[in-house]
């Protein structure tokens, strides 16, 4: 838990009511239950990377100088004349004890109790499910995905102790609240010198190594070593006595200084020619709680009218706070190596939330507000700079790493594609950027939409498409019947945000958009010839079936279909029967569906023989029977779900009965 930040109502104290004010003596609370629920999980059934809650008590106490020295901009009274910023670990092997200490913002009595004893609503489900559920390997990086990451040092810890005083506030008003990890806390105000908070662990007897140096500066260089602030301990040197000889019998004293932990030096002030990939990725990894390596590091410093420094990461997967609660959007922004915003949601749009970093900008003042950022133009400048970039860095992976590529695009893509609808200056950048499968192209083999328009031939003039759940449900349909037989090619679009984009768009590359299965397919001028003649020969039955099958908007005689018998179609600009089943599944619609058209395949052989049924008896009641069995068929090609299933059957029973006489 990033303690610093509000969260849900307080907990009671044993027969506290909640409009009692709380005392000065010490109190015994209770944690909320969905706490103690998490605690639980938290102590029992995490076993591997213990060491990361040290990352995050050390986050937690970088978040808390980050904040005072904010705030002292306004307010410089909240210093004391503290301003050596610090965080220092104090390992006492005495007391079986580890301190993680800061001279950070601190907090109040209230805040403590708040902090501590509960957890912020959003995202609590989420998080006791995914952690319930997921690998012992990936359970470590939840905590920090969620927000909770205080509460690991019960990993280690069989009691944590925390002492804090808010800056501003007098010196006997410090809170001490200690707890075991299992359902309650105990809180106490105190005398405390120095504003800031000390968090003590006292750790399990299997942990101990937690007290050793040289297991601390391991952890530290590995998950904190880009902490902008010094981690520091004391350690204890033997040093040659001041005076003596250099001699083999030279006497020692032992001495004890603190020394520095971690680099420091914020990675994206650095040169790029002196960064090691692995550093790039151990700085993705701290600041995005992910456990592996990001697809892609932009890293420059951009000079000019705005001056300011850029270190983002494209991450590999889809990050885990993007799956379940509300994902932080933005990177950090840094004024003059001081974070004034740990999300700034004004730095990117929000098809680009997937990304990760820190933007330094010296041109803004340091005391910039959050009203003041959202009209500031610099902050326009720069989230143009950075967009086209990360969209210049995207086109290049995607021209060199194809396959690196695709395997980002199938875990990204679908946010990336929300810019297609949204962001009508980038649309065609974005839709450079799309890949789909197609029904020319082999399962789990990608085209981009440049590649697709290349290869149509001259005699095609329109992008074709198809949206379904999946391949394989598409690549059966009989509406490809006709391109196929064509040799043009339908892009597979599987992805539930191709319906919502794709009414949004309408060409690219002056190639008009259509859907496979909606409107009608022109047919060549030998169909045209052959459609004229067809049209005089069904059209007594087709006004028949129009009578018969109200279900639907129209019947016409396909130009689509070759093999199959029947298709359904919506009309251009209906909504297509995977749009209506999408939004049956979301709740909305009411249940509803859009009279489709039946369409008919002159050439096959059912609809032939059901029109010289119609020729030779109008009245026969074959005519609606297998008229209706030629819809129903084409409301299950199309995916879709029957109305009436056992009338289906019995139909289709019917005619099975009928054959197996014959026989």
């Known amino acids: 838990m990033s303690i610093g930040e509000q969260s849900g109502s307080l907990p009671r104290r044993k027969g506290q009511t909640m409009s009692e004010a709380p005392t000065a003596s010490t109190e015994t609370m209770e944690f909320k239950s969905e ?3 998490i605690l639980h999980l938290i102590t029992h059934s995490l076993y591997s990377n213990k060491e990361i809650f040290l990352r995050e008590l050390i986050s937690n106490a970088s978040d808390a100088i980050n904040k005072i020295r904010f705030n002292s901009i306004n307010n410089s009274d909240l210093l004391d004349g503290d301003t050596e910023w610090k965080i220092k670990l104090i390992a006492d092997k005495d007391k079986n004890t ?135 301990m004391d350690v204890e040197r033997h040093e040659p006595v001041e005076g003596e000889d250099d001699k083999e019998d030279d ?23 002196e960064i090691e990939e692995d550093e790039y990725n151990a ?22 009218l ?39 949601e004004e730095l990117l749009p929000p098809y680009l939330r997937f990304i990760k970093g820190v933007v330094d900008c010296a041109d803004l003042p340091l005391n910039v507000s959050r009203e003041i950022l959202q009209q500031n133009p610099i902050l326009d400048r720069i989230r143009k700079n950075i967009v086209k970039r990360i969209f210049t860095v995207l086109e290049e992976m995607k021209k060199d790493e194809f396959d690196k590529y695709v ?45 697709y328009v290349d290869q149509m031939p001259p ?32 892009l597979f679009m599987t992805d539930p945000i191709d319906e919502f984009v794709m009414s949004s768009v309408d060409e690219y590359r002056e190639k008009k958009y259509k859907a496979a299965d909606k409107g009608d397919i022109a047919a060549d001028e030998e169909g045209k010839a052959r459609a004229e003649d067809d049209e005089k020969t069904f059209q007594a039955l087709i006004e028949a079936l129009k009578g018969k099958i109200p279900e639907v908007q129209d019947v016409r005689l396909s130009t689509r279909l070759k093999d199959s018998a029947s298709c359904l179609v919506a009309d251009e600009g209906a909504m297509s029967a995977h749009m209506e089943r999408l939004m049956q599944r979301m709740g909305e619609g009411g249940g509803q569906t859009t009279k489709r058209i039946l369409e008919l395949n002159a050439g096959h052989p059912v609809v032939q023989g059901l029109q010289k049924l119609h020729d030779s ?47």
């Open 98 to 232: 580890l301190t993680v200490s800061d001279n950070g913002t601190g907090m109040s009595r209230d805040t403590i109790i708040d902090q501590l004893g509960t957890i912020a609503k959003s995202g609590t489900r989420a998080f006791l499910e995914t952690l319930q559920q997921a690998d012992e390997a990936s359970r470590p990086e939840l905590i920090g995905q969620f927000g909770v990451g205080f509460y690991s040092s019960f990993m280690v810890a069989d009691r944590v102790t925390v002492v804090s005083r808010l800056a501003g506030d007098p010196k006997d008003q410090g809170v001490r609240w200690v707890s075991a990890g299992e359902g309650e806390f105990t809180i106490k105000t105190v005398d405390k010198e120095t504003h800031g908070t000390d968090v003590t662990l006292h750790l399990k007897e299997d942990e101990k190594e937690f007290l050793e140096e040289w297991r601390l500066r391991q952890v530290v260089k590995e998950f904190s070593d880009f902490i902008e602030y010094p981690v520091v």
């Open 459 to 490: 005699d095609q003039e329109e992008i074709y498409y198809l949206i379904g759940e999946h391949r394989g449900m598409l690549e059966r349909t009989p509406y490809l019947e006709v391109f196929r037989d064509r040799g043009w090619n339908v």
């Open 407 to 451: 395997a980002f695009y199938r875990e990204l893509g679908p946010i990336l594609k929300e810019g297609m609808a949204q962001d009508f200056e980038n649309r065609d950048t974005l839709t450079t950027l799309a890949v789909y499968e197609s029904m020319n192209t082999e399962a789990g083999k990608y085209i981009s939409m440049d590649e």
């Open 251 to 273: 006497k020692t004293e032992a001495v004890v200084r603190e020394e520095t932990l971690n680099s420091m030096k914020a990675l994206w002030l650095r040169s790029k020619d």
């Open 35 to 37: 706490l103690r629920q």
């Open 306 to 344: 705005t001056e300011f420094k850029v270190l983002l990461f494209i991450p590999a997967k889809r990050p885990f706070d993007m799956m379940f609660g509300d994902p932080k959007v933005g990177p950090r922004l840094y004024v003059q190596r001081v974070q004034i915003m740990e999300n700034c």
């Open 617 to 663: 008896d109008g009245e026969d009641v074959r005519v609606e029977s297998i008229g209706r069995l030629l819809y129903e068929q084409a409301v299950v090609a199309e995916g879709s779900k029957l109305d009436d299933p056992v009338g289906f059957a019995s139909r289709i029973n019917d005619l099975l009965v009928k054959e197996l006489i014959r026989i």
């Open 283 to 304: 700085f993705y990894r701290q600041i995005s709680h992910d456990y592996g390596d990001p697809a892609k590091v932009i890293h420059y410093t951009a000079e000019g």
